[in-house]
C-alpha cells in the first residue's frame, strides 16, 4: 500500500510564493517519477511539472519560469517551489508518483489527496 501526503498549500496574494511537499510511503525501493498536477474548478487536471529519479525535469508552459520542481530520492519526497503567483494558479494541487517499486513489483500511477492552493486576483 502507498499513500502520497501533500502539505504546504494556502491562500497566497499575487506575486507570492508557497512551496509544496509531498512524501510517499509504504515500503518503497525506488520511484521513477513524481510529479503536481492541478485541477481548478470546471478545468480538466493538467501537468505542472514532473521529474524523474535522475532529475530530468518538465514543466508547463504556464509555470515555466515561476516554478521549481525537487526531490530528495531518499526521502521519496517532491517539493515544488512556487513563485510569483498569479490568480490563475488557483487550483488544487494533487501530488502523482509513477513506476513505484515495492518488492520487485512496479506500481502505476498513485496520486495525493490533493492540496488548495488560492492566489485572490
Known amino acids: 500500500q502507498v499513500q502520497l501526503v501533500e502539505s504546504g498549500g494556502g491562500l497566497v496574494q499575487a506575486g507570492g510564493s508557497l512551496r509544496l511537499s509531498c512524501t510517499a510511503s509504504?515500503?518503497?525501493?525506488?520511484?521513477?517519477?513524481m510529479g503536481w498536477y492541478r485541477q481548478a474548478p470546471g478545468k480538466q487536471r493538467e501537468l505542472v511539472a514532473r521529474?524523474?529519479?535522475?532529475?530530468?525535469?518538465n514543466y508547463a508552459d504556464s509555470v515555466k519560469g515561476r516554478f521549481t520542481i525537487s526531490r530528495d530520492n531518499a526521502k521519496d519526497t517532491v517539493y515544488l517551489q512556487m513563485n510569483s503567483l498569479k490568480p490563475e494558479d488557483t487550483a488544487v494541487y494533487y501530488c502523482n508518483a509513477d513506476g513505484i517499486y515495492i518488492s520487485g513489483i512496479r506500481l502505476r500511477d498513485r496520486w495525493g489527496q490533493g492540496t488548495q492552493v488560492t492566489v485572490p486576483s
Open positions: 521529474i524523474t529519479s535522475g532529475g530530468s525535469t
Open positions: 509504504g515500503n518503497i525501493f525506488s520511484i521513477d517519477a
